[in-house]
């Protein structure tokens, strides 16, 4: 156990040391969280309750060829992990195309992505078959009508049965998360039902408490809860908090000395939340977001037409950088310009 921590402090001086980016209050980024669409056929209550609406033609999501561009300037900025996402990064034609130029073009040591999962049962194989390193999958909860009701879509049996797929397969890092919503999936059958779950299937599952975003006010108002309840059910049933190594994630977990799996809470709206941010975001259309929300950012699409522009564009990226605030401020209930997370790439 001591060696495998003293490992993953050795991995992670490595990447802090190679990496090139920091900010003025000495956090560094060696992870970028890549939207490739803003498209997305589910109607999540708390990001797209309508349904995706195309705003406009043109001009479109980045291509293969600008992505590729992007990914080198990361890279030469020392970034080791990126996170394909959306919107449902799985609906693009040449989402495969998108994974497998990543990894072997530029040699992305830590590759993984975020859906919702809803072709997981038909698509497992070829995903492995990319070389991701990791899925991350959003299910709000296990009883397939809650799923239906905070989703819209009838997709739960798919998903489950493309994770049995994936872990026959020996896929080993699966993740699950689902959002946190008050008298929703706050229950303690709702807890007690992932505990089942991540024992059986050594997952991880993590909560992420509700975010107010530019379009969900009213629904922010009548379902965010503090994820404190969970995190005392957890507490009184022998799970452990467990230090973590931050080039991961913003969740804090707990593992048990009897049960397989973890549990791990997201909790934006905590103090000292920003302090390990340690990530930047890429709109699907070329824009750098250094927060999930505010108003800063940069176009970078001007600067992914072609290979020789590299150096200009990392030049852009450290730039901007110097403008990335301390905090979200996201308790003051101001979210800048993000309507909803599909939009950048929650
Ligand atoms: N469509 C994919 C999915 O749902 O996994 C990827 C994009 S989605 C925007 C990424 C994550 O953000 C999902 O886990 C989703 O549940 C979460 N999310 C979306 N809106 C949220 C909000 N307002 N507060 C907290 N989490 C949110
Ligand atoms: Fe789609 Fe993900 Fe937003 Fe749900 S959370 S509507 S699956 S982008």
Redesign the pocket.
Known sequence: FKQIALLKIFKYVIILTMNKMSDSFGRSFPYIRLSITDV?????G???PN??FKVENKPGFLDLDEISNLVAAFTKLGVSKIRIT???PTVRKDFFEVLRNIKSEHKINNLVI?T?G?KLNEIAEELIATGINGINI?IDSLDRNKFKEI?GKDRLPQILEGINILQNKGFKNIKVNA?LLKNVNDSLEEFQNWERFINNNEIDFRYIELMQTGDNLEYFKKYHISASNFRKYIESTDWKEISQIRDAGPSINYVHSKLKGKFGIIAPYSKNFCITCNRLRITAKGELRLCLFGNTGANLRPYLQNQNQKDELVELILKQLRFKKESHYLETGNTGITP???SIG?
């Open positions: 997305c056929n589910f109607k999540c708390y990001c797209l349904g995706y959306g919107g449902e975020t919702n809803y959003s989703t959002v909803h997370l599909a929650g």
